[in-house]
């Protein structure tokens, strides 16, 4: 009878387990749960420490996405919870709670791992009507996963998706991968201003119930309009 009692608790209790995922240091990482985002629940997440959960985010109103600092939970367009957790730090390792309401929830352990091949920022200028390429290095343990790159729009919502497997014929952005140097890089024809901005070079994988983006390198493109130093650079080249 005891035996029967503690089964049918853990069948209530819902979420079995907790499911690991591993970020870089100075990297970012999407989590995106299988649960349907409460428009009339709590959405939230929170760090679990010493058996108390810390809230990071917890909406109660009727917004879709919501931003504290480099945390960020939203609905995605699947309608699932969804956490972003931008420029990792060692210290963000830990136990978070995704959840929704109070009894549907999702336990996902982060960690943080540091990697020579990615550390921190990069910053890249280019100037617009040149060529460019952003060059991403990654860990060498990805040199067979399928990569993606993603744009940052207005430092938060993730725009566009540049998927390696889909070569558009009319697009500006080529991207190949180099496996014997763990180098992908993208290159951008004719560049505009709109090119300006925070990229993301990543890897998705799927745990359990939930699925996650790891990204390692992030790149900061800055585009400039014609300058005089654009001039000397060009000449310098030619001297090169
Ligand atoms: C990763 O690097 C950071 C800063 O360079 C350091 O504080 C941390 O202890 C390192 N972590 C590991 C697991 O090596
Ligand atoms: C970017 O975000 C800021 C602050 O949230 C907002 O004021 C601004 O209008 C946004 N810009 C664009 C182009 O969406
Ligand atoms: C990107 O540009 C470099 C030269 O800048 C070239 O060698 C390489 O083949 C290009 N890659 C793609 C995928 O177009
Ligand atoms: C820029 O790239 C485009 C498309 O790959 C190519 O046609 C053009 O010649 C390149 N321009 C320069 C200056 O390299």
Redesign the pocket.
């Known amino acids: 009878m005891k035996i029967l009692l503690i089964f049918t608790l853990s069948l209530i209790s819902g979420p079995v387990g907790c499911v690991d995922v591993i970020g870089y240091?100075g990297g970012s990482i999407i989590l995106i749960s299988n649960l349907y985002w409460g428009s009339a629940n709590s959405n939230y997440i929170c760090k679990v420490e010493n058996r108390e959960c810390t809230d990071l985010i917890r909406l109660n109103t009727g917004k879709n996405d919501f931003q504290v600092e480099r945390f960020m939970l939203y609905k995605n367009t699947a309608g699932t919870l969804t956490a972003f957790i931008r420029k990792l730090k060692?210290q963000d390792a830990g136990m978070y709670r995704m959840g929704v309401g109070t009894q549907r929830y999702t336990d996902v352990t982060l960690k943080?791992?540091?990697d020579s091949c990615c550390?921190g920022p990069k910053i890249m200028n280019a100037y617009r009507g040149q060529n460019t390429s952003i060059i991403c290095n990654y860990p060498a343990v990805y040199e067979r996963n399928y990569k993606y790159i993603q744009k940052l729009d207005n430092d938060s919502v993730i725009k566009a998706i540049l998927d390696p497997g889909s070569k558009s014929q009319n697009s500006r952005f080529s991207i190949s991968d180099d496996s014997s140097a763990k180098v992908l890089s993208v290159n951008i024809s004719d560049v505009r201003e709109a090119d300006d901005g925070v990229y993301l070079c990543g890897v998705y994988n799927t745990v359990d119930s939930v699925d996650y983006f790891s990204y390692f390198t992030e790149i900061q493109l800055h585009v400039r309009g014609e300058t005089f130093i654009h001039g000397v650079l060009n000449m310098y080249e030619y001297l090169l």
């Open positions: 240091s060692p943080v791992v540091n550390a």
